[in-house]
């Protein structure tokens, strides 16, 4: 089962995360991040947080073991647009959008072998005399 991790309303552009997000689809998550450390966009600090959650998320919910970690999937959509309007000559205003993105990231690996619990024998106590 994957394990997914999802941010929403990243004030980005799609298009400028789409690039970033393509860098890392397909490997590993301790690659990805090294990549995205060394990547100098403005766009790699969401999209490392997204990842760090869903390796936060495979470990802490679901008990998957950090190190095997793959992302499996990366996906950036639109998300709402924030409506401005930027000051023209004559007095006039131009009209603007700011772009939002969702970013979605799915990872998956090896699962943590549970403990089973042992069974514990009735503690006898000692009566004292």
């Given at each position: 089962?994957?394990?997914?991790?999802?941010?929403?309303?990243?004030?980005?552009?799609?298009?400028?995360?789409?690039?970033?997000?393509?860098?890392?689809?397909?490997?590993?998550?301790?690659?990805?991040?090294?990549?995205?450390?060394?990547?100098?966009?403005?766009?790699?600090?969401?999209?490392?947080?997204?990842?760090?959650?869903?390796?936060?998320?495979?470990d802490h919910n679901h008990g998957y073991k950090?190190?095997?970690?793959?992302?499996?999937?990366?996906?950036?959509?639109?998300?709402?647009?924030?409506?401005?309007?930027?000051?023209?000559?004559?007095?006039r205003a131009l009209p603007f959008q700011r772009r939002t993105?969702?970013?979605?990231?799915?990872?998956?690996?090896?699962?943590?072998?549970?403990?089973?619990?042992?069974?514990?024998?009735?503690?006898?106590?000692?009566?004292?005399?």
């Amino acid at each position: 089962m994957a394990v997914q991790a999802i941010a929403k309303g990243v004030r980005m552009s799609p298009r400028k995360v789409a690039v970033v997000a393509a860098l890392v689809r397909g490997r590993s998550v301790a690659d990805a991040l090294t990549i995205l450390d060394h990547t100098p966009r403005r766009t790699a600090l969401p999209v490392s947080k997204v990842i760090k959650s869903a390796q936060a998320n495979a470990d802490h919910n679901h008990g998957y073991k950090p190190a095997t970690l793959q992302i499996t999937e990366i996906s950036v959509t639109s998300g709402p647009r924030i409506k401005r309007y930027r000051p023209a000559a004559h007095g006039r205003a131009l009209p603007f959008q700011r772009r939002t993105s969702h970013i979605r990231v799915v990872v998956d690996g090896e699962k943590r072998e549970v403990k089973k619990p042992t069974t514990a024998k009735p503690v006898v106590k000692k009566e004292e005399a």
